[in-house]
T-cell receptor, first 114, second 117 residues
């Protein structure tokens, strides 16, 4: 069965500083990997996705993530955070072989200090 | 971009009553809709998957008689929580997938917070 772990429950970062959110997955083959952001009153928004190919993927809002097969990781990064980046972030894994089900990590809450 | 709406955004009901939550894809047709449940400070757990015109497929441990899902059209799915109890209080999120998307690319609704007294 596939699983996703986000080791950090919450992270506090200063505005303008860099951000890295960790995500580790467990799956037998190459999975589809996703990062979402959830803001209050809004639905989950897809930031970026990895299916295959280049292991460094660019997303919206200045985010990027790197797929590292050897570490079973898909960490999310942003060079300089803005106050509007304060939200809950979820990593997820999906695969056709898993019945097209999407499995989410526990989420990381990001707080941005002025 | 594509929009998925949920109605109501929040609801409070008495124990033993039934509550219906609507999920609509506003500007696209959704061949598949998913219902998730999110507990406070926790992740999303898939409850069921529904395809238009077909019976929903429920995840293990989800009571299909308690959580009735209807996907009557390509733009509407409903989740009815029957005989609700306080333990059913949660945040319910739907998402909608088009035929051109793979799972993970679906659009999510803003969620409905259910509180059962």
């Amino acid at each position: 069965a596939q699983s996703v772990t986000q080791p950090d429950i919450h992270i506090t970062v200063s505005e303008g500083a860099s951000l890295e959110l960790r995500c580790n997955y467990s799956y037998g083959a190459t999975p589809y990997l996703f990062w979402y952001v959830q803001s209050p009153g809004q639905g989950l928004q897809l930031l970026l996705k990895y299916f295959s190919g280049d292991t460094l993927v660019q997303g919206i809002k200045g985010f990027e993530a790197e797929f590292k097969r050897s570490q079973s990781s898909f960490n999310l990064r942003k060079p300089s955070v803005h106050w509007s980046d304060a939200a809950e972030y979820f990593c997820a894994v999906g695969a056709k072989a898993a019945g097209n089900k999407l499995t989410f990590g526990g989420g990381t809450r990001v707080l941005v200090k002025p | 971009g594509a929009v998925v709406s949920q109605h109501p955004s929040w609801v409070i009901c008495k124990s033993g009553t039934s509550v219906k939550i609507e999920c609509r894809s506003l500007d696209f047709q959704a061949t598949t809709m998913f219902w998730y449940r999110q507990f406070p400070k926790q992740s999303l757990m898939l409850m069921a998957t529904s395809n238009e015109g077909s019976k929903a497929t429920y995840e293990q441990g989800v009571e299909k008689d308690k959580f009735l899902i209807n996907h009557a059209s390509l733009t509407l799915s409903t989740l009815t929580v029957t005989s609700a109890h306080p333990e059913d209080s949660s945040f319910y999120i739907c998402s909608a997938l088009t035929s051109a998307q793979v799972v993970g690319e679906q659009f999510f609704g803003p969620g409905t917070r259910l509180t059962v007294l």
